[in-house]
């Protein structure tokens, strides 16, 4: 095919390898390494360019100000939640937190699940020492290696395996969606009974009777026949740490029409233009431990087409932002990169000012969204030893962006959250008032405590508070 590909100068899906890089996989045996690249390289893409390119258009409004990006998830993914009603309550959730939002907000919501594919975790060190004294790997997350102690040591087929359960999970992802679990025809259960603040229960149950009259109101009028309310769109993500499985899932791909790139094109006249497209996920991001600017990750992303996304932390000097953004996005394509801000509660007002001065300051006005992540800047250990986060801390950081935003005249287009569908207690507070005794009751995440369904719907509840509070023109508190 003799289409010209887009890709930057110098650039190969390959390209990484030649530069330093950080949280690498020191594997054991390089051939069972080539061996499990070679399968991947054969095996059907997990998402398709199109989509990929329909949530850049979304993430492009987002960046407008014109939509919202809700984004969330477990922190590890584990294999085993390649489960029916794990991956249900999941999507419920991420589906009745985006209706909030729409209300509130007044925008619509894209959303992207933390799933299919969220199985590589960045370790602050390769090994622990367990509380017998025995030292042993660090559990790296399910595509490297296995949290049971005997199953610590590195395994090429598990980027296989990765590949096997995130095609699995997104597969009944698509099927669900498409049977009507998103039907907003459905009564929905709004479960508030836990809420014990009355001034706050008045407030969710305002927005519930809003939520739940107007989709009434939608079907006796007949409005809800409109195919769009049937199903919504949910998009995947991940954080691309382990580019030993991103890179073969790395293909290049015609932008519109055709599908597989590979077949031979009979009128090369009309060929599409040709891009890489990760097609792990629709979106990737680069955490906050691998964004140095010389370093493999940021070398890797800069030749992606998907839209992407950078962890932005304490560590992170104003002006790497730009370095980043010039090689990541040279084009200055409005929604092609997210900024994944995670300072803690503590540090958000003195060092979020400076980063977006530096960036709308720039050629990337109104160009990059603004996404807060309040939960990886306040994690702590209980006196037992236990790492949760509390949901005050959570809701501060949260707070703190939205007012930092509005006084710098930026938009803080989404939020970034750890959670899951179940009732687990694994983060302190919120309405239900969870304690450091009430931790061990279902603790069950393997990485970052994450925001049971309540909480994580009260979280919706108080940025759409915050979102029409400032529509009705009253001062932020
Ligand atoms: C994460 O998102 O789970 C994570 C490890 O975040 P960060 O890179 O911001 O620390
Ligand atoms: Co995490």
Redesign the pocket.
Known sequence: MSASNSAPKGWTPSSWRAKPIKQSPAYEDPKAVSRAISELQRLPPIVHQQEILRLKKHLAAVARGDAFLLQGGD?AELFDYCQPAAIESKIKLLLQMSLVLVWGADKPVVRIGRMAGQYA??RSSPNETLPDGRTVPSFRGDILNGFELDQRELDPQRLVRAYHHSAATLNYVRAAIASGIADLHRPLDWGLGHVRDPALKAKYSEAVTFLTDMLRFMHTIGADKNDKLDTVDLFTSH?ALVLEYEEPMTRLLPSSHGLSGGGSSSNAVTSPPLAYYDTSAHFLWI???TRQVDHAHVEFFRGLANPVGV?V?PTTPPEDLLTILRALNPSCEPGKVTL?T?YGAARVRELLPAHIRAVEGSEYKRCVVWQC?PM?GNTQTTTCGIKTRHFSDILTELRETLMVHAEEGSYMGGVHL?LTGDAVTECLGGSENLDEDDLSTNYTSF??PRLNEKQALEMAFLIADHHRTVRQGKPLQ
């Open positions: 922190c975790k960045p954080e955490g906050d431990r962890k932390g994944i995670r992540d990886h750890e990485c970052d």
